[in-house]
């Protein structure tokens, strides 16, 4: 490895692996409770809602058909020497069948609300899915490299160089350390495998095609002669 590394404080490197692993823990229990709070929606749309409104109109009816009754009864108790006072029938009646529309279109609208909750919540797990990843994946893998580095230091700040040996005669096991790292993170799979392993086409294949198209252009004309 050419170049030396500067580390000015290990104190520092330890301080922002602590923020790192705080980061993902509260991103991983934010995005819980979403998840927590999508459930919670889905049931009382899905479940609560339609159940609560459909008894509501069941008793509403009944109360409506109730309604209709005493008037109908007090009607017939009109007599030329009897005159019963119907308004008050017909205020009873008036305000159930109020009633009754507004619970039926409240369930119409419950209803129309179901397929629409569902659509937004597919378009937030397509879009939360990168930072889902990120905090489950990306920073824990993190946290723990900046651990093993950690150690490296610490370990190589304990090495005592022997009595006029030159400053960097510990490099290459420090180097060791350091490329045994590195190699551990290339050894896991990168962005462009797996978009492929997702059935997707890594940004790369386009602009690696586009440079190969530039490269073979002078070829172009003789083999189609016909192209300006």
């Known amino acids: 490895m050419s170049g030396q ?4 404080s290990i104190e520092a490197l330890k301080d922002f692996r602590a923020a790192l692993a705080l980061y993902g823990e509260d991103a991983l229990a934010a995005l819980g409770a979403v998840e927590a709070e999508i459930r919670r929606t889905i049931a009382w749309l899905h479940q609560d809602r339609p159940v609560f409104w459909l008894e509501r109109i069941k008793r509403l009816r009944e109360r409506v058909a109730s309604a209709k009754s005493d008037l109908f009864r007090l009607s017939l108790q009109k007599t030329p020497e009897h005159h019963p006072s119907l308004g008050e029938a017909k205020e009873r009646l008036r305000l159930a069948q109020a009633a009754l529309a507004d619970a039926e ?3 119409t609208l419950v209803r129309k609300w179901q397929p629409a909750l569902q659509q937004a919540i597919l378009e937030y797990h397509g879009s939360v899915q990168r930072l889902k990843d990120l905090t489950s994946i990306d920073t824990p893998r993190a946290v ?3 651990a093993r580095l950690i150690e490296a230091l610490e370990a190589y700040l ?3 160089p022997p009595a006029g040996a030159p400053g960097d005669v510990h490099r290459p096991a420090l180097e060791a350390i350091a490329v045994e790292i590195l190699e551990e993170e290339r050894d896991e799979p990168d962005a462009g495998e797996v978009a492929e392993s997702r059935g997707l086409e890594p940004k790369g294949s386009i602009q ?3 440079r190969q198209g530039d490269r073979g252009g002078d070829s172009t004309e003789a083999d189609h002669p016909g192209l300006e």
């Not at 590394?5 to 000015?8: G, I, L």
């Open 5 to 8: 590394a500067e580390v000015h």
């Open 105 to 107: 279109k409240r369930l």
């Open 144 to 146: 723990a490299q900046l």
């Open 158 to 160: 304990q090495i005592q």
């Open 208 to 210: 690696h095609g586009q």
